[in-house]
């Protein structure tokens, strides 16, 4: 596979400061100009990263909800020009009375795409804010195709199956895992990685916001499972690692020819799944 049709990544595991976008901002692009001059085209931060995630309400947290398209990705759509390249980012998007815990795809040209967060853990602003109404996405860069989660969907294997059946090559979580939450990093990310042969970056943040003390652990995982750059640890850290599509594009895996061969997608039995998408 040439570097022509693969893509370099990157994941910024920071701290945010709830209630202060502009200072986020400030350092998301300090941050992106670090990533992209070591040769990331996408980059990746956690959930939240703009307005932070420990709000106590709905009413102190909607101020802090905007609209997308909007500030941010005016700002980021600036800064993905000047630098050519690509980001996710965690936000709060709020849309009339209703508030969604968002990310968004932006590159040079604008917003590509934004997913609102469906599965909505007791935590943090997921308290108060509307599950997800739009279904999943993949979209094209060129080089790979993109899907997006954030956090706790993380933990419901329809979600990055669904993007990988769509042709996804790279899902991104940003997340926000508290203290509890370390068998995600772990264990779980893995998972969907290896279940779907793809890549799976998960992007965590650090640092304590009212109480909650962020555990890191951020990672960027390929097809076969392995991690390509794993943060075990609660501070401050860039990581990168390269997305190539040809090795989640073929589902086919031989270990012995003739002898052990499996197909990640075809031998899966939908009819047998029907269960799973039941209300009870």
Not at 44 to 53: D, H, L, M, R, S
């Amino acid at each position: 596979m040439s570097e022509a049709t693969s893509m370099q990544i990157a994941g910024v595991q920071m701290d945010i400061k709830i209630m202060e976008p502009e200072l986020n901002l400030e350092n998301m692009e300090q941050e992106i100009r670090e990533t992209t001059s070591n040769g990331a085209e996408l980059t990746i931060f956690p959930e939240c990263a703009v307005t932070g995630y420990c709000f106590s309400s709905l009413e102190e947290a909607m101020p802090w909800g905007e609209s997308i398209p909007g500030a941010s990705t005016e700002f980021m759509t600036r800064v993905c020009a000047e630098t050519k390249s690509y980001v996710v980012y965690g936000t709060l998007e709020k849309v009339n009375d209703k508030l969604f815990n968002a990310c968004v795809l932006v590159g040079p040209d604008g917003v590509i795409g934004s997913y609102r967060k469906i599965h909505l853990p007791f935590l943090g602003i997921d308290r108060f804010t509307t599950p997800g109404d739009r279904p999943f996405e993949v979209y094209d860069l060129g080089k790979i195709k993109v899907g997006m989660n954030i956090c706790y969907d993380g933990s419901f294997p329809e979600s990055s199956r669904i993007m990988a059946l769509d042709g996804a090559d790279l899902v991104v979580l940003p997340t926000n895992w508290p203290p509890g939450a370390e068998t995600f990093p772990k264990y779980i990310v893995n998972t969907r990685a290896v279940e779907n042969k793809i890549f799976y970056a998960a992007v965590n943040r650090v640092g304590l916001e009212r109480g909650f003390q962020f555990i890191g652990g951020s990672k960027i995982i390929s097809p076969n499972g392995d991690d390509q750059h794993f943060a075990d640890h609660r501070e401050y850290e860039i990581l990168y690692g390269k997305v190539i599509p040809e090795d989640t594009r073929n589902k086919r895996i031989v270990r012995v020819p003739d002898e052990h061969e499996i197909h990640r997608f075809n031998d899966r039995h939908p009819e047998w799944y029907g269960r799973i998408s039941t209300e009870e």
